[in-house]
């Protein structure tokens, strides 16, 4: 009695086997030779690439309806395969089983060799960072708010990646900036409901830098505009005076650190127009600042109440 083959998949080998769209054309072209007790060698035939089997196409029709490659065929080349006793496929698959698990468990030991590593490099990081902005990192490990700045500042954190000085002290400004953000804002609404007139003419005004916004002008530059709330509850949007910059501080570039006049207390001489309500303008101030007071200062009105 011959042996019963099988196929390297585990189907069971069909000397008879059929293929094609019709189901005419024979899978294997020869009987199986033996090759030792376990294995045999048998020549299959493949379908068509091209036609997969079909011969040919309609979609072909205007060059003709029969496949080029097969000729009409339907067959491609025909190719040797090996079929096994039950007995070494069952070995072959328990060979795989233990060479894939392996495998698998390099890649996972290396995978997690890698992760330590990595760990290990994004500590070392983090370290270096808190050394050199230590109030900067440790405000920044303690928000917990929504701000967007400051949570993509916190991932890059954890990742690893390195701050500039410019960022870390942009953590400081956002981080007090939020901080005492709703403390201001409640602060600033009581400012200005002490409301009673908008003086107009020239005016000295003491008051709160709530925002700046930079400008363009009619010829191509640019004007640093700010809205200030004034301590007896008039707002107005005007052109910073021009000492303002020097009252600010720098960085290391040279540029002013802009943002440090957000919520400082300042007082200048403006000529001021009505709007409506506590709302007015001021044009372009031509004295000095007569006054400047930072948030940071302990003098701050803010702090003070
Ligand atoms: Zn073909």
């Known amino acids: 009695m011959t042996a019963q083959w099988f196929l390297r998949d585990g189907t069971v080998f069909n000397p008879d086997e059929k293929m094609g769209e019709a189901l005419t054309l024979s899978r294997f072209l020869s009987s199986p030779r033996q090759v030792n007790s376990t294995t045999a060698e048998v020549t299959m035939a493949t379908l068509c690439s091209r036609c997969a089997g079909q011969g040919g196409s309609n979609c072909w029709s205007h060059t003709g309806w029969e496949c080029f490659k097969c000729r009409g065929k339907q067959t491609g080349p025909a190719k040797k395969v090996k079929l096994y006793t039950k007995e070494k496929l069952v070995k072959l698959d328990a060979t795989k089983a233990l060479r894939d698990a392996k495998r698998e468990a390099k890649n996972a030991e290396k995978a997690q060799a890698e992760a330590a590593i990595r760990r290990q490099e ?62 201001w804002q409640t602060y600033l609404a009581a400012v200005e409901s002490g409301f009673e007139e908008f003086p107009t003419g020239r005016t000295t005004v003491r008051g709160f830098i709530r925002s700046y916004k930079w400008k363009d002008d009619r010829f191509g530059g640019s004007t640093l505009k700010i809205t200030l709330v004034d301590e007896r509850g008039f707002v107005i949007h005007t052109t910073r005076p021009e000492s303002l910059s020097d009252l600010l501080p720098r960085r290391e570039d040279g540029t002013v ?13 403006v000529t001021l127009s009505h709007k ?30």
């Open 122 to 183: 994004i500590e070392v990081a983090k370290q270096a960072m808190q050394a050199r902005y230590p109030q900067a990192i440790s405000m920044l490990e303690g928000y917990t708010g929504d701000n967007t700045f400051l949570s993509d500042i916190q991932s890059k954190f954890n990742e690893g990646k390195p701050l500039t000085d410019r960022m870390a002290s942009a953590i400081i400004t956002a981080c007090e900036r939020e901080n005492t953000k709703g403390d």
């Open 257 to 269: 650190e802009l943002d440090a006049m957000l919520k400082s207390w300042i007082e200048f001489e």
């Open 276 to 305: 409506e309500g506590n709302f007015g303008f001021g044009t372009r101030p031509k004295k000095n600042v007569i006054n400047f007071i930072a948030f940071t200062d302990d003098n701050h009105p803010f702090h003070r109440t």
